[in-house]
């Protein structure tokens, strides 16, 4: 699949409607994807999981819409819409959806030096 290059900009609009919550299911959709950030969108109906789970690079990750559980390397969080989790590249992680919720997911791809 072929990458948006970085040095353009890109909007991205309709998302809610786009990217509903759909019934027992944990939906996506990717927004951007260049050479310097991946940004995908998730959709979860109540009660969906990610189980325990890393990343090779760091990840940022807000709630849009809903509330989660949220466990990083064993502490739990309950995020509510607008909060916000940094994860080191390689940090475990889980989440659980204790409502319909919208995230948003940047993973930060390293630069070339």
Same mark, same amino acid.
């Given at each position: 699949?072929?990458?948006?290059?970085?040095?353009?900009?890109?909007?991205?609009?309709?998302?809610?409607?786009?990217?509903?919550?759909?019934?027992?299911?944990?939906?996506?959709?990717?927004?951007?994807?260049?050479?310097?950030?991946?940004?995908?969108?998730?959709?979860?109906?109540?009660?969906?999981?990610?189980?325990?789970?890393? =990343?090779?690079?760091?990840?940022?990750?807000?709630?849009?819409?809903?509330?989660?559980?949220?466990?990083?390397?064993?502490?739990?969080?309950?995020?509510?819409?607008?909060?916000?989790v940094?994860?080191? =590249?390689?940090?475990?992680?889980?989440?659980e959806?204790?409502?319909?919720?919208?995230?948003?997911?940047?993973?930060?791809?390293?630069?070339?030096?």
């Amino acid at each position: 699949m072929a990458r948006d290059p970085a040095d353009r900009s890109l909007v991205v609009s309709g998302l809610a409607e786009a990217l509903p919550v759909t019934a027992s299911a944990t939906t996506s959709r990717s927004l951007v994807d260049n050479d310097r950030v991946r940004v995908v969108a998730l959709a979860f109906d109540t009660g969906e999981e990610l189980t325990e789970h890393t =990343a090779t690079m760091p990840v940022v990750v807000q709630l849009l819409d809903g509330t989660m559980r949220f466990e990083v390397a064993g502490d739990e969080h309950q995020l509510a819409a607008g909060d916000c989790v940094y994860l080191a =590249a390689n940090e475990p992680h889980s989440l659980e959806a204790l409502e319909p919720s919208l995230m948003s997911l940047v993973m930060i791809r390293e630069t070339p030096a």
